[in-house]
């Protein structure tokens, strides 16, 4: 499965907030990546430009 967009992560991420417990951003990388069924080679996909993970971009 490819990598989607902010809109599509933003109610799977806080359905992950409810506990009311503070997570950091690498946190939720799991639990995102298992819902949405990203390969290991997607959770670990960097920008071209060298600006970072594309998935934490995508959660934050």
Do not use: C
């Not at 933003?10 to 298992?34: I, Y």
């Not at 819902?35 to 600006?51: A, I, P, R, T, W």
């Amino acid at each position: 499965m490819t990598i989607t967009k902010h809109n599509n992560i933003r109610f799977v991420v806080l359905t992950h907030l409810l506990d009311g417990e503070a997570k950091k951003l690498k946190e939720l990388v799991k639990p995102l990546s298992l819902h949405f069924q990203l390969s290991d080679e997607e959770v670990e996909k960097m920008y071209d430009s060298g600006n970072g993970p594309v998935v934490l971009d995508r959660i934050s």
